[in-house]
């Protein structure tokens, strides 16, 4: 696509249960990263493909995060027995080599 | 200026004055920088970015200035308006034996005063 796309736009869902979060990235882009925002503040990084392999998952905060890419492409981020701490934008976003990386627009999470 | 640290630092300038954010980076093996504004609601916009063999770029009513030897960066806006008013990121790029990676700064907002 001609940009990179994530969906759900806005996902409301109660603690405890489970979240799946989804993200197109731009074709052809080989590395793809994940990264979490509170309100007011900075990204967080979560995790980093490159292909379909994550060399660097050192940001997931917990073992109920876990993110896989199939094919070089798209991406789910899964967040298991969702807390109210997990309430965060959750954007995506890829690039082809060292070149811009571009942004979605971003997963608003909200457990309640 | 940016910092390590889980709150936003915060600027706020007249409109029509001139805006300075910077960016103290860590890894001397960083080659490529980039700066990204984020307004409310939306995911980073690519503003401008450098590679680690300049010291200077411009683009339109924004410059980029890197010093390698303290390992900063900054963005400065000419004539702030508005529209400025967004959240701004710096973005290292550092590639190694598994490909390129991006580490972001936590960002500062700008709020331009009318």
């Known amino acids: 696509g001609a940009g990179v796309s994530q969906s759900p736009s806005n996902k409301v869902t109660e603690k405890g249960k489970d979240v799946e979060l989804r993200c197109d990235p731009i074709?052809?882009?080989?590395?793809l990263y994940w990264y979490r925002q509170s309100l007011g503040q900075g990204l967080e990084f979560l995790i980093y493909?490159?292909?379909?392999?994550?060399?660097?998952k050192s940001g997931l905060p917990s073992d109920r995060f876990s993110a896989e890419r199939t094919g070089g492409s798209v991406s789910t981020l899964t967040i298991q027995r969702t807390q109210q701490e997990d309430s965060a934008v959750y954007l995506c976003?890829?690039?082809?080599?060292?070149?811009?990386?571009?942004f979605g627009q971003g997963t608003r999470l909200t457990v309640v | 200026g940016e910092s390590v640290g889980l709150h936003l630092p915060t600027l706020s300038v007249q409109e029509g004055d001139n805006s300075i954010i910077n960016c103290a980076y860590s890894?001397?093996?960083?080659?490529?920088f980039i700066w990204y504004k984020q307004e409310s609601g939306k995911g980073p916009q690519f503003i401008i970015d450098?590679?680690?063999?300049?010291d200077k770029r411009q683009g339109q009513r924004v410059t980029v200035l890197l010093n390698k030897t303290v390992k900063h960066l900054s963005l400065q806006i000419a004539a702030t308006q508005p529209g400025d008013s967004a959240v701004y990121f710096c973005?290292?790029?550092?590639?190694?034996?598994?490909?390129?990676?991006?580490?972001f700064g936590t960002g500062t907002s700008l709020t331009v005063i009318p």
């Open positions: 074709s052809g882009h080989t590395a």
């Open positions: 493909f490159q292909g379909n392999s994550a060399p660097d």
């Open positions: 973005a290292e790029n550092i590639q190694s034996g598994t490909g390129n990676q991006f580490y």
């Open positions: 450098i590679r680690s063999n300049m």
């Open positions: 890894n001397s093996a960083s080659d490529y």
């Open positions: 976003a890829s690039s082809l080599g060292p070149q811009v990386s571009v």
